[in-house]
């Protein structure tokens, strides 16, 4: 009993049983029940009565016994008529004994007698069924049909509630063996369907959750290698050169540490970008002031690098989303734009209504990327080459934090060569 299906299969039979037995019960009362007269049978027992009735009366006791024979033949019984004291009109017998076994309770769907009285109380016709009729055997094919009807029933119900839980189960316990990738795609709109996308929404997390902290891991040890190897011989020329030497290495520690340390504040960036949706806040944003605010920001970056920052100004534009993460989108890809513009070229930052989308255009007038890296400039740490990041500071780290950010708000960005220069195209839901 352990099984659902079984249970289910096997209350569902309970309960059909128990209405069955329920319909033999009232439905046998209904019929021999001396006063009822509401039930089918009943009905037509008084009707019965009735002609009798009037054939007694009109015909005398052969006119009687004409009719009760063709009754009797009819229904397959005993009929018998008798006055209101229960003297049978056609022999004379004191039949009360009758009356007493119509009175008594009815064996199961088995009735002796039955007996109905006329509207004035005249008259009483009983009626004694042959043996089997209309006994629990006379109805019991119709009873085998309906039987199985509900064992087929209780059958593909329970298959049809049980088989998307076996589902479930198996796309659970693959889940919990490392497979991160499996899911119910269940499509059901009831009770079960909504636990199944319950589980899919919650796998779906933790595979996103588990793959950005293993993808880091991976990509952090890879980019620590690197500036860890160089501050080691650093720390071993400053130990053991004098002068210049020992300020060259002082020098390279620094500059190391720096980059470690842009390193880290970047990967707490990403940390936050690919961490849990369900935990961002989400609230109304004005794109037009933040885009604004981080063109001033950016400025003096651009005036440092010899380059300025073009803002075509846009109309009240509204998002919901997570400001914070809007907003490190479009600094780290405007930065971006302006750490690769030459000098005394504009770096050209606009934003306007893309129909369904905000859209936000940043360009830059510089080289430009190879076309068979576009595809990957939003992956993490990945570098078209030495010049375009690590000369620049970078450490491949910015893009992909947009592209992360983006997608949390259910947008797009991409990376298109404008020749000359690069053009960003950030496409956010209004």
């Not at 990738?181 to 919650?202: C, H, I, P, Q, Y």
């Not at 690197?226 to 053991?240: D, F, G, K, M, Q």
């Given at each position: ?90 022999t004379g017998a004191d039949r ?289 080459d030495t010049d375009r990041n ?41």
């Amino acid at each position: 009993m352990r099984s659902l299906f079984t249970k289910f299969v096997l209350w569902f039979l309970a309960a059909m049983a128990i209405t069955m037995v329920g319909f033999v019960f009232f439905t046998s009362r209904s019929m021999t029940a001396t006063r009822g007269r509401g039930h089918p049978m009943g009905r037509m027992l008084s009707f019965q009565l009735e002609e009798a009735r009037s054939a007694y009366e009109t015909g005398g006791k052969e006119g009687l016994g004409r009719f009760m024979e063709r009754m009797n033949e009819t229904f397959q019984g005993q009929g018998m008529l008798t006055d209101g004291q229960f003297r049978d009109l056609l022999t004379g017998a004191d039949r009360r004994d009758l009356y007493e076994k119509a009175e008594q309770p009815t064996r199961f769907y088995r009735p002796q007698v039955i007996a109905r009285a006329s509207r004035d109380g005249r008259y009483w016709l009983f009626v004694m069924p042959a043996r089997g009729r209309p006994g629990f055997s006379f109805f019991l094919p119709q009873y085998l049909w309906i039987a199985a009807a509900m064992v087929l029933l209780s059958y593909f119900a329970a298959i049809q509630l049980t088989s998307p839980l076996r589902r479930l189960q198996k796309a659970v316990e693959r889940f919990g063996k490392g497979d991160l990738t499996s899911r119910t795609e269940s499509n059901r709109k009831d009770e079960v369907g909504r636990l199944a996308r319950a589980f899919d929404e919650m796998a779906e997390r933790i595979q996103t959750l588990l793959s950005a902290e293993r993808r880091l891991l991976m990509d952090i040890s890879h980019e620590l290698r690197s500036p860890l190897a160089r501050l080691a011989v650093a720390i071993e020329l400053a130990r053991t050169e004098a002068g210049d030497a020992r300020e060259a290495a002082l020098n390279r520690i620094e500059k190391e540490a720096d980059r470690l340390n842009s390193l880290v504040a970047e990967l707490l960036q990403v940390t936050r970008a690919e961490g849990d949706p369900a935990s961002r806040r989400v609230e109304p944003v004005r794109l037009d002031e933040l885009v604004s605010s981080v063109v001033e920001d950016c400025s003096l970056e651009a005036d440092a690098r010899g380059c300025r920052l073009q803002w075509n100004a846009a109309a009240p534009m509204t998002i919901h989303g997570d400001a914070e993460l809007i907003r490190r989108a479009v600094e780290n890809v405007v930065r971006n734009a302006i750490r690769h513009a030459p000098a005394s070229t504009p770096v050209e930052v606009s934003l306007d209504n893309g129909g369904p989308s905000a859209r936000i255009r940043v360009r830059d007038y510089g080289p430009g990327v190879p076309e068979e890296h576009l595809p990957h400039i939003f992956d993490p740490f990945y570098r078209v080459d030495t010049d375009r990041n690590r000369a620049s500071g970078g450490v491949g780290l910015g893009l992909a934090i947009a592209r992360r950010a983006v997608e949390l708000h259910k947008g797009r960005i991409q990376a298109t060569n404008s020749h000359p220069g690069l053009l960003m195209q950030i496409d956010l839901p209004v």
